[in-house]
C-alpha cells in the first residue's frame, strides 16, 4: 500500500511540474504592466496591439480605419529561459528617423521597412524589428521605442457603428466565417508550409499567413479591403 502511494505521488509530481512551468510561461502579466494595456494568448505566445487611432489616413476620398491597416503589434515567444520578441510598428514618415536610432540605442534588430499601402496622405510606413531576451526588459525597450511615436498606449475607443454589417455574402464567398470586431471583417489564412526564424517555426499569431480585411463602408460607398500576403521564399 505504501509502495503504490510513492508511485502515485511520483507520478502526479510529472504531472503538475509541467503545468507549473506552463503557468509560469503564460504569466504576462509583468509585460502587461509596461505597457498598462492587455495582450492576447494563443499557447505560448504574447502579442499586444497598439492601433494609431491618433492618424487620420485617408486614400482617394476613403478613410483607413486603425484596424483596417494601421496597427503595431508587437509579439512575444518563450524560448526556454529566454523570451523572442518581434513586431510591426506603423510610422508616420517623419517618425521613421526617430524610431531606427532609438531600436539601435535599445540593442533591437530592424528586419523590413515598407509600404503596406499606396498613394496614401498622410504617408505612411511599416517597419518590422525583432529581439531576445528578458520579456519585461525587452517589453520596456519597445514602450521607449513607442514613446518616439504618436502611438497611443491606451485602449482604442470603439468606432461608431450606425448598422450591424452584413458579411453573408463575403462569407459565402470565402466559405467561412471570419472575425467580425465592429464594422471590420478579419480573415487569416495560414501557408501550409512551416516558416522558420534562427530555426524557430513562426507561430501563425505572428502573422505568417496570407491577413484579408474588409471594411464596411456607409451606404452607398463601396466596400473597402486590403490584402496582406507573405511571399514564398
Known amino acids: 500500500m505504501r509502495t503504490k502511494f510513492i508511485h502515485a505521488a511520483i507520478i502526479g509530481a510529472f504531472i503538475v511540474a509541467p503545468l507549473h512551468l506552463l503557468a509560469q510561461q503564460n504569466d504576462w502579466s509583468g509585460v502587461e504592466n509596461v505597457f498598462g494595456k492587455k495582450g492576447t494568448v494563443q499557447g505560448n505566445v504574447f502579442k499586444i496591439t497598439f492601433p494609431r487611432s491618433d492618424l487620420k489616413v485617408t486614400i482617394g476620398d476613403f478613410p483607413v480605419a486603425p484596424g483596417l491597416a494601421l496597427t503595431s503589434w508587437i509579439g512575444f515567444m518563450t524560448m526556454g529561459n529566454n523570451t523572442m520578441m518581434m513586431g510591426d510598428l506603423v510610422m508616420r514618415d517623419s517618425e521613421v528617423s526617430s524610431v ?75 466559405g467561412n466565417s471570419g472575425k467580425a470586431k465592429g464594422n471590420l471583417l478579419q480573415y487569416g489564412f495560414p501557408r501550409n508550409e512551416k516558416l522558420t526564424e534562427s530555426g524557430m517555426e513562426i507561430p501563425h499569431l505572428w502573422e505568417p499567413l496570407q491577413a484579408l480585411i474588409f471594411k464596411w463602408m456607409a451606404a452607398g460607398q463601396q466596400l473597402q479591403a486590403i490584402l496582406f500576403c507573405w511571399p514564398r521564399k
Do not use: C
Not at 498613394?119 to 520579456?135: I, L
Open 100 to 174: 531606427i536610432s532609438k531600436l539601435m540605442s535599445e540593442g533591437l534588430s530592424i528586419t523590413a521597412l515598407h509600404n503596406h499601402l499606396i498613394n496614401e496622405t498622410p504617408a505612411v510606413k511599416y517597419m518590422h524589428f525583432s529581439g531576445n531576451g528578458d520579456a519585461v526588459k525587452l517589453a520596456r525597450e519597445m514602450k521607449a521605442v513607442l514613446a518616439t511615436t504618436g502611438t497611443p498606449l491606451t485602449a482604442m475607443q470603439p468606432e461608431t457603428q450606425t448598422a450591424k454589417p452584413d458579411w453573408s455574402k463575403v462569407e459565402a464567398i470565402l
